[in-house]
């Protein structure tokens, strides 16, 4: 019973979310998990990876989310790079792309596609800490040899650039003296499962009132 009226919640769900990710997948994880706890309007349609050993692919086949594995070297080029991931979230209806420890850039032609509809997850303080060459450990190693006293994580919106995109909300953590970036990492992680669900269903509540007006 219980089920059932998750199921169509869920179908009506304004927000269809695919959430594109490299890695474990664990912020994945916490947006089905708030999805599931009703705490996130969405439905999760589509998990894309670049790598077919990627973790989060595992994650989503449990849970029956439709994956698919697109690698750039897999194409002659960019154009048809791009237009396949482009058909990928229109076959699965997605109106909006999470990046979660998704670690290439996404081609250009699929960002104009998501204008304003399209965030990334970074585990430091924007624009801090950013940029090429910025991910995993290597973010935390640097935020400990800067001496910085603060770090967190940052969700912003996606454009052609590394992290440059308009941040939308941070959330803090203090560095404590005998962190290691392997620390740091777990408690940067820690707010981020809490965050990236909390920013995502502010959209989905924007993106239901828009449906709301557009209704007859
Ligand atoms: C997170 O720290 C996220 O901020 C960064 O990549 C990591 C992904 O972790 N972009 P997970 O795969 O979600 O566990």
């Given at each position: 019973m219980l089920e059932r009226r998750h199921d169509v919640r869920k179908r009506s769900a304004p927000m269809r979310l695919a959430v594109f990710a490299s890695g474990g997948g664990s912020n994945f994880e916490a947006i089905c998990r708030a999805v599931e706890a009703g705490?996130?309007?969405?439905?999760?349609v589509l998990c894309l990876a670049?790598?077919?050993?990627?973790?989060v692919l595992e994650r989503a086949t449990t849970r029956g989310i439709p994956t698919i594995v697109l690698r750039r070297?897999?194409?002659?080029d960019d154009a048809s790079f791009a237009s396949r991931t482009v058909r990928a979230l229109d076959e699965t209806g997605a109106n909006f792309v999470a990046l979660a420890g998704y670690l290439k850039r996404v081609p250009p032609a699929v960002v104009a596609r998501f204008t304003g509809r399209m965030t990334n997850i970074h585990?430091?303080?924007?624009?801090?800490?950013?940029?090429?060459?910025?991910y995993g450990e290597h973010v935390h190693r640097a935020v400990l040899e800067s001496g910085a006293r603060e770090s967190g994580a940052t969700v912003h919106l996606v454009d052609d650039?590394?992290?440059?995109?308009?941040?939308?909300a941070q959330r803090r953590v203090t560095v404590r003296a005998d962190d290691t970036p392997e620390t740091l990492a777990r408690r940067v992680l820690a707010i981020e499962h809490d965050l990236y669900p909390d920013v995502l269903q502010r959209f989905a509540r924007e993106m239901d009132k828009q449906k709301a007006n557009h209704e007859p």
């Open positions: 705490r996130l309007d969405a439905e999760v670049d790598r077919l050993n990627a973790g070297k897999d194409f002659p585990p430091a303080l924007l624009p801090d800490f950013g940029g090429p060459g910025m650039d590394y992290d440059s995109g308009s941040i939308i």
